[in-house]
């Protein structure tokens, strides 16, 4: 069965500390997807990134940067120069398909909490 | 504005009701889902459809029912048979192709009294 697991369930770190979230995964399928969604206090996900599974390369978008390792099965999420707005809940996900029907399975989440 | 609107927002419901959540996009999205988040989890597949008039059960559908009678309509029902049906409940679009992505609704947060 697919799994993801977000080890870290609260974070807290002062504004200006780079910081990492952990994302490991599980799944049998050799084609896959990975995404990370922010959920702030609103309540509604945002979209932040999608990965395919043949696509190693790390990348990088402002402040955000993602290390991608197949071999450890992990797809980890760092935040450069963290901000008080990047404070949130972090979800990471892995799609699997079903008859052509893309699912989701979330990991728990990580609270990350930026203090000024 | 193209996008997906949950309401309400908030929404209070007395043990042995039904409600019905909202959830409508104008993404022109064929696939739309419904999500359930409880406090320090992560969200749980309730149900999804992939096109008109089709839809299927996702992790946790008991208790819970759907309609899609419109492309850009995919509601809700929480019925009685919930026992525990206090929650956040986020809907969520799909979209296809080279970006094959989805996308949330803001969430409507269900109460029950």
């Known amino acids: 069965a697919q799994k993801v697991t977000q080890a870290q369930t609260e974070i807290s770190v002062v504004e200006k500390e780079d910081v990492t979230l952990d994302c490991v995964y599980e799944t049998r399928d050799t084609t896959y997807y990975l995404f990370w969604y922010k959920q702030p206090p609103s309540g509604e996900l945002v979209f932040l990134i999608r990965?395919?599974?043949?696509?190693?390369q790390n990348e990088i978008s402002g402040r955000y940067s993602w290390n991608f390792q197949k071999s450890t099965s992990s797809f980890n999420f760092t935040i450069t120069a963290s901000q008080v707005v990047d404070s949130a809940v972090y979800f990471c996900a892995l799609s699997e398909l079903i008859q052509g029907a893309q699912k989701l399975v979330f990991g728990q989440g990580t609270r990350l909490t930026i203090n000024p | 504005d193209g996008g997906i609107t949950q309401s309400p927002k908030y929404l209070f419901r007395k043990e042995g009701q039904n409600v019905t959540l909202s959830c409508e996009q104008n993404?022109?999205?064929?696939?739309m889902y419904w999500y359930r988040q409880d406090p320090g989890q992560g969200l749980r597949l309730i149900y999804y459809s992939q096109i008109v008039n089709d839809f299927q059960k996702g992790d946790i559908a008991e208790g819970y029912s759907v309609s899609r009678e419109k492309k850009e309509s995919f509601p809700l029902t929480v019925t009685s048979a919930q026992k525990n049906p206090t929650a956040f409940y986020l809907c969520a679009t799909r979209r296809g192709g080279v970006t094959d992505t989805q996308y949330f609704g803001p969430g409507t947060r269900l109460t029950v009294l």
């Open positions: 990965r395919n599974s043949f696509d190693e």
């Open positions: 993404l022109n999205h064929d696939a």
